[in-house]
């Protein structure tokens, strides 16, 4: 076998683990794709950072290492859990042994499930102690364009039949509290559209047999849908899961609630449910507002038995109706699949000769791949996306899931229309509801509405102003552990989010190699001088679930004290009295030390 070869089988054995791709092929075909060119490899403390050209036609790359030049190349893995490739470079991988030196090579993807050559390797060890610093240049006074904010246009959520709900979890109202966290992420993050499962699950009681004649009730979807719009929010509709009544095997279902994942008993009925309930939907809120702000998503990860119990030309069969359903009732009605697991899939999509208006998928543990290449002009819908797809994962409520939020949203903005953080609110029972208030739940918020470090992080990112200004990095571990991302404000307010982290789960707590300390040198500043805020979120800043451990007492969830104190620290936290900031010829240093996994945001404003 040729070194290429033994990747691909790697890369597939990969690909298989814990059911990330339980349907894809099982060899991985080789692109037509050249490798990558320019690769350099430099090595820092605890790191050692890996980049290289890009290759047009790839969607991402996988990152390998040996520990001789001739290999074998393994892909290196960090942990996600999913796909283990990037969308581009560089890569900081932080997996390896101190002083031990690594042989790098990159090779570029098609689709996930087709590779193309290694790139030629080159050698780097990480070192162990002494200074690593960053620097951060920022043009004040430059333009990049308009700033692209992805997680703006979808969120996550629990089926929304949860709105409706008047049971609690932890003594809280599940119904209202979940209204009110879609409100908090409308008004402070400006999320505009929601997606959710099961909109056609027996809770709705969308279809039903009475004397083996199918019925059809609505009025479900009218009280959710209706609730969603009045929170001034659109929803994507998932046209998932089958009514029992219509469903070949009812007994095939997934989660707490049952869901029912068998093909139709009669595909003719199918399709005059999706027909008729697309035609209602039109008819209560309007062609206008559906045509241009809805999207019809088919299923969800049927490339997962778990999720399709039918065959893959069943799920196609079943997408091919749909679609045609869906444009039955208006050719300009947007509709689009396959909301796959782990980017599978997607040139089967293309490949249909029914409707495709957008392309929707999903990923956890890296930044979203490249889809262009495969999609051209069509939208790209990550309609989930995470730091781990694992439920209860203590990962979810730290500071390093908020610091990958970051990562993720600055890598996807432009070549995205949305990036979905998969959840809003922990008020969330696919494998049952919450057991405490920090049990690692997928939202950016809690039981009770609280900030969790990565609602921190897209708030932070909120601030940032429509004009992006350049950003120039340098040092140790600049790019590939610190990131930075500026903006300005009309009115001149200018703003810089940094942050660092790795991809590698194990360094999820931490790590001192991997701490840096940062100087911010601004430069173009009109103003003569500026009030500056800088806002933390770490360890012990904006952290609600280290705050709990203080307080908890052993409690699984808090009691009235508690949820007050709780709500009361309920705020992004300053790193520093604000103060001001004189200019000199237009410029201006700011240095502090920011820790691996953390998060530090830089607002000045200017004084007049």
């Not at 790139?119 to 162990?128: F, G, I, K, M, R």
């Not at 009309?490 to 300390?517: I, P, Q, S």
């Not at 009235?560 to 309920?570: F, G, I, P, Y």
Request: overall charge negative; glycine content about 10%.
């Amino acid at each position: 076998m040729t070194v290429e070869d033994v990747a691909r089988e790697r890369w597939a054995q990969l690909m298989g683990a814990g059911g990330a791709q339980d349907r894809a092929p099982g060899e991985i075909v080789p692109a037509d794709l050249p490798a990558p060119g320019e690769l350099v490899a430099n090595g820092g403390r605890g790191h050692v950072t890996v980049d290289w050209a890009p290759v047009p036609g790839a969607i991402g790359y996988a990152v390998h290492r040996a520990t001789s030049p001739s290999g074998p190349y393994e892909p290196v893995d960090h942990g996600g859990g999913d796909v283990l490739a990037v969308p581009h470079g560089p890569y900081a991988d932080t997996t390896g042994e101190p002083f031990r030196e690594y042989w790098y090579a990159v090779a570029p993807l098609g689709t996930v499930t087709s590779m193309g050559p290694l790139s030629v390797p080159v050698a780097a060890a990480a070192h162990s102690g002494g200074p690593a610093e960053v620097g951060v240049t920022v043009a004040a006074d430059g333009d990049a364009g308009l700033l692209h904010r992805p997680w703006r246009a979808v969120v996550g959520s629990e089926h929304l039949s949860h709105l409706l709900s008047t049971d609690t979890s932890g003594g809280r109202p599940i119904g209202a509290e979940l209204t009110a966290a879609l409100r908090r992420v409308r008004d402070e993050l400006g999320v505009q559209q929601v997606r959710a499962h099961a909109i056609l699950c027996d809770d709705l009681g969308v279809y039903k047999l009475v004397d083996g004649e199918p019925r059809l009730d609505f009025s479900g979807v009218d009280r959710v849908y209706d609730t969603v719009l009045e929170l001034g929010m659109r929803p994507v509709v998932e046209l998932s899961y089958m009514p029992r009544d219509l469903a070949s095997d009812p007994s095939r279902t997934v989660f707490a609630y049952q869901a029912i994942v068998s093909p139709p008993r009669d595909w003719d009925r199918w399709s005059w449910l999706v027909r008729e309930l697309t035609a209602h939907l039109v008819g209560r809120y309007g062609l206008a507002e559906v045509r241009d702000n809805w999207w019809f998503e088919v299923w969800n990860e049927a490339n997962l038995s778990v999720f399709w119990s039918g065959t893959p030309e069943e799920f196609w069969r079943l997408y091919d109706e749909t679609a045609r359903a869906v444009k039955a009732v208006d050719p300009g009605l947007r509709v689009g699949g396959p909301a796959s697991a782990a980017v599978g899939w997607i040139d089967d999509q293309l490949a249909r000769k029914s409707p495709v208006d957008f392309v929707s998928t999903h990923t956890y543990g890296s930044p979203p791949l490249d889809l262009r290449p495969l999609a051209g002009d069509r939208p790209l819908l990550w309609t989930e996306w995470g730091v781990t797809a694992t439920h209860g994962s203590e990962v979810n409520d730290t500071v390093f899931a908020a610091a990958f939020l970051l990562r993720g949203m600055r890598s996807a903005a432009g070549r995205v229309e949305a990036l979905a953080p998969w959840v809003a609110s922990d008020h969330f029972e696919e494998l049952g509801r919450p057991p405490r208030l920090t049990h690692g739940g997928f939202g950016l918020l809690t039981v009770g509405n609280l900030a969790k470090p990565k609602y921190w992080a897209l708030a932070l990112a909120q601030r940032l102003g429509d004009t992006e200004l350049p950003v120039t990095l340098t040092g140790d571990g600049a790019g590939g552990l610190v990131e930075a991302w500026a903006a300005r404000s009309g009115d001149g307010t200018v703003t810089v989010l940094l942050w660092n982290t790795t991809l590698d789960h194990a360094k999820a707590d931490g790590d001192a190699e991997l701490d840096r300390a940062v100087t911010v040198d601004l430069t173009g500043l009109p103003a003569p001088s500026y009030r500056m805020t800088r806002w933390r979120v770490d360890a012990t800043h904006s952290n609600v679930a280290a705050r709990w451990h203080t307080i908890a007492e052993g409690r699984d969830w808090p009691d009235e004290r508690q949820w007050a104190a709780l709500r009361d620290a309920d705020r992004v936290a300053e790193a520093e009295p604000s103060r001001l900031l004189e200019v000199r010829d237009g410029a201006a240093a700011i240095a502090f030390d920011l820790p691996m996994p953390s998060i530090s945001c830089v607002e000045l404003v200017p004084v007049t």
